[in-house]
């Protein structure tokens, strides 16, 4: 019965590589979203997903590209990994912000 | 334009002594606010929220916040810190089409 889930929990993959992580919500949400906290806890949206709107943040590589197959799913796609890509990454879902989000939680991606 | 300041990036507590994190907001609208509990490699989990309603609002695990419009603030409180309550806190303020998020406060509970 978890609201928001997230797979892997870990992940451990060499440079150059691609990854995917998934992302389901059972709360009937209609906004989805992927942050990414560096080591200093900092957390940075990367998408937000609303009825097939994908608003993207500018800073984030175009390595990196959410699918949503359907209202209740989001992946996260990362194409040639980089040392830097390594992060702990948050699936959220919303109904309206002001409601605030529930979080996933979290995929550690380490990238060596 | 929307911000968020934690003035304290830690903060350390006695078990059993009052806490107090600072947050205080920037918003062109009347913004919704929340407070985030991150434990170690966990989650986030949400542990109160500011939706224009009461300005004192009570939260999980004995928290509440008290918003002030005047001050911009919105700091959070817990009248007996537990061992259990160390973890990072972040603050938020969102309208409709924005969320941001706080740079986060790390509380450290000593026995």
């Known amino acids: 019965d978890t609201a928001v889930s997230q797979t892997p929990k870990y992940l451990v993959t060499q440079m150059g590589n691609d990854k995917s992580i998934k992302c389901e919500q059972n709360?009937?949400?209609?906004?989805m979203y992927w942050y990414k906290q560096d080591s200093k806890k900092f957390l940075k949206i990367m998408f937000s997903y609303n009825n097939k709107e994908l608003i993207i943040n500018e800073t984030v590589p175009n390595r990196f590209s959410p699918k949503s197959p359907d209202k209740a799913h989001l992946n996260l796609h990362i194409n040639s990994l980089e040392l830097g890509d390594s992060a702990v990454y948050f699936c959220a879902s919303s109904h309206r912000q002001q409601y605030g989000y529930t979080f996933g939680s979290g995929t550690r991606l380490t990238v060596v | 334009a929307q911000s968020v300041t934690q003035l304290d990036s830690h903060v350390s507590v006695s078990e059993g002594t009052p806490v107090l994190l600072r947050c205080n907001y920037s918003s062109s609208y009347s913004p919704s606010l929340f407070w985030y509990v991150q434990h170690p490699n966990k989650g986030l989990q949400l542990l109160l929220k500011y939706t224009s309603a009461a300005t004192l609002v009570k939260g999980i695990n004995g928290f509440e916040a008290e918003f002030k419009k005047s001050e911009t603030s919105f700091h959070l409180t817990k009248p007996s810190a537990h061992m259990s309550d160390a973890a990072e806190y972040f603050c938020v303020v969102s309208d409709d089409n924005d969320m941001r998020f706080g740079a986060g406060t790390r509380l450290t509970v000593k026995p």
């Open positions: 709360l009937g949400h209609d906004t």
